[in-house]
């Protein structure tokens, strides 16, 4: 009798568990139709378009912006935000960096009514027309100028991102640290590249 009731209890327990096993299944499938179908947020808007009046776009980036001139950061121009934006985000990165040190420039949280940067930042952590600039690949807080290797050219990517949010990320965060955080939140996006070459 003992031995009949244990094997019922046996039998109810695995009837539950596959119940269970059951539901969650649904549950998994019910949420993959969902993250299909949420539109892509780049689509949505219209396209941004970045430019510079220092140089033009696929252009040789002046000796001023660079290591070898006084290094400033170039002023950067953009046109209307798309719909629901609460901030900018700025990166600028070395296409054909070795050893990691790719990012040149990180600003971040610019107002949504920004619509240029002017020349010649400062290089501090807090930007007096509002948002943050973090550290570059070398350590250091804002513009670091092209300066690639002697005798060779390398491509400078400045992207800029419209986010439905702020970030709200301490002033030492990284390149890869706001890439992870505006995940999901880019409502358009533009890009601008410009090139340099040192004298041998």
Known sequence: MAKALEQMNQLRRA???LALMSIGGLTACNALPFLRSSPPLLRSSPPLHL???????NADIPT???CDGAN?????TWDTAPANTRSWVLLMQDLDAAHGKGVHWVV???PPD?????EGLPTLPFLLEGGVQGKNDFGQYGYKGPCPPAAT???YQFRLYALDKLLDLPPNSTGAAIQDAMTGHILAEAEFIGRYRRQP
Do not use: E
């Open 51 to 57: 430019s510079s009046p220092a140089f033009a776009a």
């Open 114 to 118: 920004t619509r240029h940067l002017p």
């Open 64 to 66: 001023p912006f660079t």
């Open 72 to 76: 400033r950061s170039p002023a950067l």
């Open 108 to 110: 971040y949280d610019l």
């Open 153 to 155: 050219s390398h491509r």
């Open 15 to 17: 009837i539950g568990l």
